[in-house]
């Protein structure tokens, strides 16, 4: 008898003999819908009529349209290079700013051709963009594009241009953030690196040399909080000039340096001239003949300075306010001492230049303070006690820091200045001799330089300090 074909015991079709049917049915199925497509085609073409298809056509193309995202809309900015401009030399302009500006931003493996410039007599080599040449910038994820641009014509150089390129929706950051920030990084980037002076007036003039004073606030021996609190301050007047115009005071700020002699008073005068980058303007008084010669020394110093007047104690007497009248009697008790009595040569002689207080407080916080801006005035002096009352209120020294004797964090920063150490068997010893005892960081430094061997130096000193305490206590 027969066997079944669709009994289970049939004999199974073979794998691959599934397989080549699959696909003869898929083809036979492919050919059946392009037949039906090709016709369907045909029918349409003999059916409908042309101007049908044709607003079928357009009707499709305006979909894709639709779904498609449309190219962006861009905005050009042209900066143009002002006529009589050098890139050797900063002007000022924008175009200057933003060329400096992208020299730290190109990447010289991106470009094809780079123009490298500057170098001589010490001068910064600085990258820039070939004429013809683009680079991509990006600011706040955004991205704005760069092009140099050459000018033609008779005008020559002067006509070069930079085009910034970006999308018209970030006009407004563009204007409003991103040409702003370049500014500021660039003028940043030009107060860091700026060449410092100092400058002394002869006579009515000002004289100026370089200034390379290596005091820092990481160098500076000082309470560390107090130095904290300094660059606190400094940090605070740099960023607040649209608050000073916006409640009408002048730009400036005053501070009063004072404590014994040796305490770093001068020192911490360089150390803010080298965080501000601000010249300095080291005014002599006994050099100055008459407050109009004052006014015309204070009238000529830049922006971004600072005036220093040292020992302001020895300038004025606590009575000086009105020329030509000696007032130190009025008030004074009758056990005034001998010294405070005596007439102070260098007072009389500032009479007679006819130099009064009066005429530096009107600079200061009078109608002159607001001749100039970002000023720094910086008062030392000895003996706070001694000074005019009018020197002192706030508005004029504005922060009072007093510049004592070494602690032992003062002490710390002086060791590792001198020999890189922050630890050294004698530093127990030290530390509680410098509690026991008044000693300033000027006699704790020329101890230190007496060798170069750190244990020997280290070992001058406790023996220094030791000795001191032992006459401070045999004084007593």
């Known amino acids: 008898m027969a066997a079944d074909p669709s009994s289970s015991s049939a004999v199974a079709m073979p794998p691959i003999a599934k397989a080549v049917d699959a696909y003869r049915k898929a083809v036979a199925t492919a050919a059946t819908a392009t037949a039906y497509v090709v016709l369907a085609r045909g029918m349409a073409r003999e059916l409908l009529p042309h101007d049908l298809r044709a ?75 070939e004429h013809g040449d683009s680079m991509t910038d990006v600011f706040e994820g955004v991205r704005f594009t760069w092009a140099s641009v050459a000018g033609e014509g008779r005008h020559g150089p002067s006509s070069e241009s930079l085009e910034l390129s970006f999308d018209a929706e970030h006009t407004d950051m563009a204007l409003g953030r991103y040409v702003p920030f370049i500014t500021a990084t660039v003028e940043e980037a030009r107060r860091h690196d700026r060449e410092l002076v100092i400058f002394m007036n002869e006579g009515s003039h000002w004289h100026g040399i370089e200034h390379h004073h290596p005091a820092t606030f990481d160098t500076l021996a000082m309470d560390p909080q107090l130095k904290r609190s300094v660059i606190a301050d400094l940090d605070r007047f740099l960023k607040r000039r649209d608050y000073y115009r916006r409640i009408g005071k002048a730009w400036k700020r005053g501070y009063l340096l004072y404590g014994p002699p040796g305490t770093g008073k001068s020192s911490l005068v360089a150390a803010i001239a080298n965080y501000l980058r601000f010249n300095l303007y080291d005014l002599d008084l006994s050099e100055v003949r008459g407050n109009t010669a004052l006014q015309r020394l204070l009238n000529g110093m830049s922006n971004r300075s600072i005036l220093v007047i040292e020992d302001i104690d020895c300038c004025f007497s606590a009575a000086t306010r009105e ?43 009078g109608l002159w303070s607001t001749s100039g801006e970002e000023r720094i005035i910086v008062f030392t002096t000895n003996y706070k006690d001694r000074l005019d009352p009018a020197l002192l209120r706030p508005g004029r020294m504005d922060m009072h820091v007093y ?64 000795e001191k305490k032992q006459a401070t206590g045999e004084g007593n």
């Open 55 to 129: 607003a079928a056509s357009w009707a499709a193309s305006l979909l894709r349209t639709r779904l498609e995202p449309l190219p962006a809309e861009r905005r050009t900015l042209v900066i143009k290079r002002a006529s009589g401009s050098s890139h050797h030399h900063d002007d000022g302009g924008l175009y200057d700013e933003a060329r400096q500006y992208l020299a730290t931003r190109i990447d010289p493996h991106s470009m094809r051709r780079l123009c490298l410039s500057g170098g001589v007599y010490g001068a910064k080599k600085v990258l820039s963009m």
């Open 323 to 365: 020329d030509g009248k000696d007032q130190a009697g009025d008030g004074a008790s009758d056990d005034s001492s001998e010294e405070e009595n005596t007439p102070d040569p260098w007072d009389t002689q500032q009479q007679q230049h006819n130099i009064t207080l009066s005429g530096l407080l009107n600079f200061i916080d």
């Open 403 to 466: 510049m004592g004797y070494c602690g032992w964090e003062a002490f710390k920063t002086l060791a590792h200045n001198y020999f890189l150490v922050d630890d050294h068997p004698t530093f127990p010893a030290i530390q509680e001799l410098l509690s026991a005892v008044e000693v300033t960081p000027a006699e704790v430094s020329e101890m230190l330089l007496r060798s170069e061997d750190a244990d020997a130096a280290l070992q001058g000193v406790v023996k220094f300090l030791g």
